[in-house]
């Protein structure tokens, strides 16, 4: 959803992270940019050695973590699998016990997964370094492979060139990169947003330039981060989001994640506003999305579907449709603070 999770912005401050990057349905291509949530299923290779294919419920909570009694609620939900964003990962709250919270989670529930936005830097993680400079609506930023202001406006998000390899040192590899904190606080796995960048046409433009294969160039990324990570973490999970339309990254993930197959919310409404759900999908969008689903769905990858809708007719229209087609489904409301 509007950021395939999607990012909370001034109105609750600056450390939301953003879910939900391109929804894509073949011609179909919006931005969310949203606080929102998301989670997948096993790849290729699911089957008894992937947990993700024994999943049957799933949640995803991105934000208001912090508040008293807001972890207990959540691993009370009963959920096989909770999605969260790592709070010491953002700038300021380094000393966030976030290994606490994985460990409450993990022990009340299932699996817990980490949101990393992989096609975007945000300004607001630790990594943002003081001489970095923003992209402007005239140009890239500093370092240079920060590309171009948000599609849809939201600030601090900014897509990036991320088949440089700074990128990469960004992402992994020092004791401040995110995903080596996610994986020593013990998370099980990663969903990662923006996976989608290579829709982005800025980044398509900035990839063609330089002779790269925005494509390729994603599934390289995904395939080295993941491997990065099982090396230190055997059987470390990865979940894509909004990336059906590349099957290429099929060998390269432990599971899909689809926004908005049913029904989509406004990025910037809060948990009550009418705008949080409840707009129905195009049904000529729905059935291509369907389609590409389906093809990960045979080559034995569970599929999680994440729609947003307050309605409880269309919650629950949401979900017949996914389990229908064997997925798992999850109904909330696009500020993902809480659980519906």
């Avoid at 973590?65 to 300021?92: C, F, H, M, Q």
């Avoid at 999970?237 to 993930?253: F, G, K, W, Y």
């Avoid at 409404?269 to 049904?283: F, N, V, Y």
């Amino acid at each position: 959803g509007g950021g395939g999770a999607q990012r909370r912005g001034d109105r609750e401050g600056p450390h939301a992270p953003r879910v939900g990057a391109l929804a894509d349905a073949g011609g179909w291509v919006r931005l969310l940019a949203v606080p929102l949530l998301c989670a997948c299923a096993a790849t290729p290779q699911a089957g008894p050695r992937n947990p993700l294919s024994a999943v049957r419920s799933w949640a995803i909570q991105l934000q208001g973590l912090e508040k008293p009694g807001a972890a207990a609620r959540l691993g009370a939900a009963g959920a096989d699998l909770v999605v969260i964003d790592a709070a010491n990962t953002v700038r300021g709250s380094e000393e966030h016990p976030t290994a606490a919270l994985v460990a409450q989670l993990r022990r009340d529930g299932g699996l817990c997964l980490a949101y990393l936005n992989v096609g975007q830097a945000e300004d607001y993680r630790a990594y943002w370094r003081n001489h970095w400079k923003a992209p402007t609506k005239d140009g890239p930023g500093t370092p240079d492979y920060l590309l171009s202001l948000d599609p849809e406006g939201w600030p601090g998000n900014y897509p990036v060139a991320y088949w440089d390899f700074r990128w990469r040192g960004v992402l992994w590899g020092g004791a401040g990169a995110p995903l080596d904190r996610i994986l020593a606080d013990g998370f099980d796995g990663v969903y990662l947003d923006w996976v989608l960048g290579y829709a982005d046409a800025t980044v398509r433009a900035a990839a063609e330039a330089q002779g790269v294969d925005a494509k390729q160039a994603m599934v390289e990324l995904v395939r080295d981060l993941r491997a990065y990570a099982r090396k230190r973490k055997p059987g470390f999970l990865v979940i894509a989001q909004n990336c059906a339309t590349l099957p290429d990254l099929m060998p390269h993930v432990d599971g899909l994640a689809q926004e908005d197959l049913s029904f989509r919310g406004r990025a910037d409404a809060t948990w009550d506003d009418e705008g949080a759900g409840d707009s129905a999908t195009p049904p000529e969008a729905q059935a291509r999305l369907l389609e590409h689903l389906r093809g990960w769905r045979a080559k034995g990858v569970p599929v999680f579907t994440l729609d947003y809708a307050a309605d409880p007719a269309n919650a629950e229209k949401a979900r017949a449709l996914s389990r229908a087609e064997g997925f798992v489904p999850f109904v909330t409301r696009t500020p993902l603070d809480r659980l519906p």
